[in-house]
């Protein structure tokens, strides 16, 4: 029997809606709650989370399951199945959800509406880890369609103008790719012969023949549209308006998680459901590739420019997405290694760097990079985890983001000599060292003038660590900033894991 697998999934939604329900009945003006009642409800909330997430990775890492929940139409079922995609995805979001849940514990007690948050908060991680059981291209779009509904109240959270706009742009960016990429399922519903995820592919292209051109078009559009949600321009202007208003443990697993539902509408869509060779060679991955190489150096540029931090690293998310996205677009196996290997290594580093700079707006009241001069002296602990995933991220060995971006290089040079597409033979690879080099311009201007402020009085106040975050918080970030290392350090488990995922692709 495979139903246990619903656990998982239905155990954080149900009690997700349970919370927001006695969240409205006790609490309606979302007013402070008791030392008690946050005390049993961190205490549901941490039994429900941790118990969802173990059930979770047990389901993808004990073998390949399917369930067929019911039927939206004849021939067309909601259906889960489990596969090696499943695997890292289920596996890297369930990581990333327990650590902001437990940050979120003590971040939120200062914000307010606790019920209603982690009410939110459990009902999302049940929806994605719904999406990421997903058999089929319209269970997909139920469950896509679904995160972004349950989603966009954490945006809100705060409830200030700044906050609705953030939200309304989220839903709006959101709601029309969802849309681009529903347009593309009508066609290909009539073209595949089924739209149940199968390696390579199940376009007919007998069938397919005399439509390639609308078919073309279609998977543009799609593509496109399941870009919006990964922030590819040029739908993505909704990342720095929801970031910075958002709570830092939302942000987290915003830029950390949600965001790669696109990437995995994406590779669904390309890989199990058109098939690579499809598209390959042809205007589609040509255009595919520019937009992701603009919105590569576009977002890295914008992020330099930026003084608000969350500001500034949801721009980097704009950017650092769209390595992933190139590597897909590229489709080779190489390009494609390193697209997998960063999606888990993005999703780690900047759950990172979101929740230490909510740790900088909590304790020291700092939302501005100017104003974090000297923070190292205050938090050092902080700054260390902040700096040891922003090395990460640039791709400066050892750190994890050196290996998915040297697989990003050496894909982009094997994909431009195979499709023999000219200019992006040395384009891809320059684009992205100029954007490895704007993100250590941006990073790292915070830990250097953190760690060294200078002589300017002002600086030298305070004792060492004084204004740290309780362990709750520190711990998260701690074990986040950790794999960063880690995984770059003993990168060969999880990169062979991968390429043998990708060669049943190809």
Same mark, same amino acid.
């Given at each position: 029997?495979?139903?246990?697998?619903?656990?998982?999934?239905?155990?954080?939604? !149900?009690?997700?809606?349970?919370?927001?329900?006695?969240?409205?009945?006790?609490?309606?003006?979302?007013?402070? !709650?008791?030392?008690?009642?946050?005390?049993?409800?961190?205490?549901?909330?941490?039994?429900?989370?941790?118990?969802?997430?173990?059930?979770?990775?047990?389901?993808?890492?004990?073998?390949?399951?399917?369930?067929?929940?019911?039927?939206?139409?004849?021939?067309?079922?909601?259906?889960?199945?489990? +596969?090696?995609?499943?695997?890292?995805?289920?596996?890297?979001?369930?990581?990333?959800?327990?650590?902001?849940?437990?940050?979120?514990?003590?971040?939120?007690?200062?914000?307010?509406?606790?019920?209603?948050?982690?009410?939110?908060?459990?009902?999302?991680?049940?929806?994605?880890?719904?999406?990421?059981?997903?058999?089929?291209?319209?269970?997909?779009?139920?469950?896509?369609?679904?995160?972004?509904?349950?989603?966009?109240?954490?945006?809100?959270?705060?409830?200030?103008?700044? &906050?609705?706009?953030?939200?309304?742009?989220?839903?709006?960016?959101?709601?029309?790719?969802? #849309?681009?990429?529903?347009?593309?399922?009508?066609?290909? #519903?009539?073209?595949?012969?089924?739209?149940?995820?199968?390696?390579?592919?199940?376009?007919?292209?007998?069938?397919?023949?005399?439509?390639?051109?609308?078919?073309?078009?279609?998977?543009?559009?799609?593509?496109?549209?399941?870009?919006?949600? &990964?922030?590819?321009?040029?739908?993505?202007?909704?990342?720095?308006?929801?970031?910075?208003?958002?709570?830092?443990?939302?942000?987290?697993?915003?830029?950390?998680?949600?965001?790669?539902?696109?990437?995995?509408?994406?590779?669904?869509?390309?890989?199990?459901?058109?098939?690579?060779?499809?598209?390959?060679?042809? $205007?589609?991955?040509?255009?595919?590739?520019?937009?992701?190489?603009?919105?590569?150096?576009?977002?890295?540029?914008?992020?330099?420019?930026?003084?608000?931090?969350?500001?500034?690293?949801?721009?980097?998310?704009?950017? /650092?997405?769209?390595?992933?996205?190139?590597?897909?677009?590229?489709?080779?196996?190489?390009?494609?290694?390193?697209?997998?290997?960063?999606?888990?290594?993005?999703?780690?580093?900047?759950?990172?760097?979101?929740?230490?700079?909510?740790?900088?707006?909590?304790?020291? +009241?700092?939302?501005?990079? +100017?104003?974090?001069?000297?923070?190292?002296?205050?938090?050092?602990?902080?700054? $260390?985890?902040?700096?040891?995933?922003?090395?990460?991220?640039?791709?400066? *060995? *050892?750190?994890?983001?050196? !290996?998915?971006? $040297?697989?990003?290089?050496?894909?982009?040079?094997?994909?431009? /000599?195979?499709?023999?597409?000219?200019?992006?033979?040395?384009?891809?690879?320059?684009?992205?060292?100029?954007?490895?080099?704007?993100?250590?311009?941006?990073?790292?201007?915070?830990?250097?003038?953190?760690?060294?402020?200078?002589?300017?009085?002002?600086?030298?106040?305070?004792?060492?660590? +004084?204004?740290?975050?309780?362990?709750?918080?520190?711990?998260?970030?701690?074990?986040?900033?950790?794999?960063?290392?880690?995984?770059? !350090?003993?990168?060969?488990?999880?990169?062979?894991?991968?390429?043998?995922?990708?060669?049943?692709?190809?």
């Amino acid at each position: 029997m495979n139903s246990w697998i619903l656990i998982p999934v239905f155990l954080p939604v !149900i009690s997700g809606i349970f919370l927001l329900m006695a969240a409205f009945r006790k609490h309606p003006e979302n007013v402070q !709650i008791s030392a008690g009642e946050r005390h049993r409800l961190h205490l549901i909330v941490g039994t429900v989370l941790l118990i969802s997430a173990v059930l979770a990775v047990a389901a993808v890492w004990t073998g390949e399951k399917s369930l067929t929940l019911f039927y939206l139409m004849e021939e067309i079922p909601i259906y889960f199945h489990i +596969d090696g995609i499943s695997r890292i995805f289920v596996t890297f979001t369930s990581i990333v959800w327990v650590c902001a849940g437990s940050y979120g514990f003590i971040y939120i007690q200062h914000e307010g509406k606790e019920t209603g948050f982690f009410g939110f908060f459990l009902l999302v991680y049940g929806v994605v880890i719904a999406l990421d059981f997903s058999g089929n291209l319209v269970t997909l779009y139920f469950f896509y369609e679904l995160m972004t509904l349950t989603s966009a109240p954490m945006v809100l959270h705060h409830g200030s103008k700044g &906050a609705m706009i953030g939200t309304l742009k989220y839903l709006f960016y959101s709601l029309c790719g969802a #849309y681009m990429g529903l347009f593309g399922i009508f066609f290909l #519903y009539r073209y595949c012969d089924t739209l149940t995820f199968t390696s390579g592919g199940t376009l007919n292209l007998t069938a397919a023949q005399d439509h390639r051109t609308i078919l073309l078009i279609a998977v543009f559009v799609m593509l496109v549209g399941f870009g919006a949600k &990964a922030g590819m321009f040029p739908l993505h202007s909704w990342l720095p308006a929801a970031h910075p208003v958002a709570p830092s443990p939302i942000s987290a697993v915003f830029s950390g998680i949600l965001v790669k539902g696109g990437v995995l509408a994406t590779i669904r869509t390309v890989y199990y459901i058109v098939g690579p060779d499809f598209i390959r060679g042809t $205007w589609v991955q040509t255009a595919w590739i520019i937009l992701t190489l603009l919105t590569i150096f576009m977002g890295s540029m914008m992020a330099y420019r930026e003084p608000v931090l969350k500001r500034r690293l949801a721009y980097s998310t704009v950017s /650092q997405v769209s390595y992933i996205l190139f590597g897909l677009a590229l489709l080779n196996p190489t390009g494609m290694t390193g697209a997998l290997l960063h999606t888990v290594f993005h999703a780690l580093i900047k759950a990172t760097l979101f929740l230490s700079a909510g740790v900088f707006i909590l304790e020291g +009241d700092k939302s501005r990079v +100017d104003e974090l001069t000297g923070i190292g002296k205050r938090m050092p602990k902080t700054l $260390w985890c902040y700096t040891f995933a922003s090395l990460a991220l640039i791709g400066i *060995p *050892p750190a994890s983001g050196f !290996i998915s971006k $040297w697989y990003l290089a050496q894909g982009a040079l094997q994909g431009v /000599q195979q499709a023999k597409f000219g200019v992006f033979r040395w384009l891809g690879p320059i684009v992205l060292l100029i954007s490895a080099l704007l993100t250590a311009g941006y990073l790292l201007p915070v830990t250097m003038k953190g760690f060294l402020p200078g002589k300017d009085p002002r600086y030298q106040q305070g004792t060492p660590g +004084d204004e740290e975050p309780p362990g709750f918080m520190l711990v998260p970030m701690a074990i986040l900033a950790a794999l960063t290392f880690i995984f770059g !350090i003993f990168p060969n488990p999880l990169t062979k894991y991968i390429v043998q995922l990708v060669s049943g692709l190809m």
